[in-house]
């Protein structure tokens, strides 16, 4: 089984797979390009394991544990020793794609590599590996160490024996529930959340409600931890929209088109906790402001 991961990319899905995984008391190598990424990247963990240390959840001493299986690494190099990389970078193709080729000259040939996409094609980022047996779709949902389930989606070419051992690793190490997905834009998760949240933006769009209302009467009416708005303030509304092109580029239908609304809040650099302001405005902390 696995005991010594390799996250690459240090941005907020990043951060947020290493803190978990280190919880979980594996050894964690999260790469960044540059050193100042990566600083940023232990102001945040400290942050949110500050937060949890507020709250009563964790102790000073299990803070300082988990902090420690946290190396932050600047080169793939670092990564030579690792039985899993997953991959969160940007959701650009040709970066994932020169990511996974470079992992080739670095890895044991066993090494299992995970990618953390929603909306880009297995089977094409595992077609420039020498080893497309051994690469997977590992989709976590934001925040990674308190969301249940992960979509693990097979290529065309990944082998029985890395889908076993993937499910295996999150059932019984991570405690979470593996729902297999066939390849397809989007997946389950990201495709209805989207869906939900373009809807939501044209009632915006229309005036049927305010911003406010439409959370409420779907955080209240449905159980939700979070209304459409704020999901999507919260999910970066870069990544909404990035999500959205691509699945009405893949797709072709008009459901998937993203709401012009969505367009200008992004050309606005408002894009939620991320920036301090989306639908809603957020503290530091990335608390909602009333």
């Known amino acids: 089984m696995f005991r010594v991961v390799g996250v690459v990319g240090a941005g907020t899905m990043g951060q947020s797979i290493a803190e978990m995984l280190a919880v979980k008391g594996l050894d964690v190598h999260l790469v960044e390009k540059t050193p100042e990424k990566l600083q940023q990247a232990r102001e945040m963990l400290e942050l949110s394991l500050d937060r949890q240390l507020e709250r009563w959840a964790i102790t000073a001493a299990e803070k300082k544990l988990t902090l420690s299986r946290i190396h932050m690494e600047a ?8 039985d899993l990389v997953i991959e ?8 994932k794609k020169e990511v996974i080729r470079q992992l080739d000259d670095i890895l044991a040939s066993d090494a299992i590599v995970a990618s953390n996409t929603s909306t880009l094609s297995l089977t094409e980022l595992a077609g420039v590996s020498k080893y497309p047996g051994r690469v ?15 979509e693990i989606i097979r290529g065309l070419q990944t082998s029985d024996e890395t889908f076993g051992k993937t499910k295996s690793f999150i059932d019984h190490v991570l405690s979470k529930k593996g729902v297999m997905v066939y390849e397809s834009p989007g997946y389950v998760t990201t495709r209805l959340i989207c869906l939900l949240i373009n809807e939501a933006l044209h009632l915006l769009e229309e005036g049927v409600a305010s911003p406010e209302d439409i ?13 459409p708005l704020e999901m999507a303030d919260r999910f970066g509304l ?3 929209l990035a999500a959205l092109e691509r699945m009405f580029r893949e797709y072709g239908e008009l459901k998937y088109r993203p709401s012009f609304l969505l367009k200008k809040k992004v050309r606005a650099g408002q894009l939620g906790i991320k920036t301090g302001i989306g639908f809603f405005k957020y503290d530091k902390d990335g608390e909602r402001l009333s």
Not at 88 to 95: A, R, Y
């Open 75 to 82: 080169s793939l190099h670092d990564l030579a020793k690792c």
């Open 88 to 95: 969160t970078i940007s959701e650009e193709l040709d970066s």
């Open 136 to 150: 997977i779709g590992m989709h976590f949902v934001y925040p990674a160490f308190r969301i249940d389930v992960v």
């Open 215 to 227: 959370d409420d009467a779907m955080s209240m009416g449905y159980s939700f931890e979070h209304g």
């Open 238 to 240: 870069d990544s909404v």
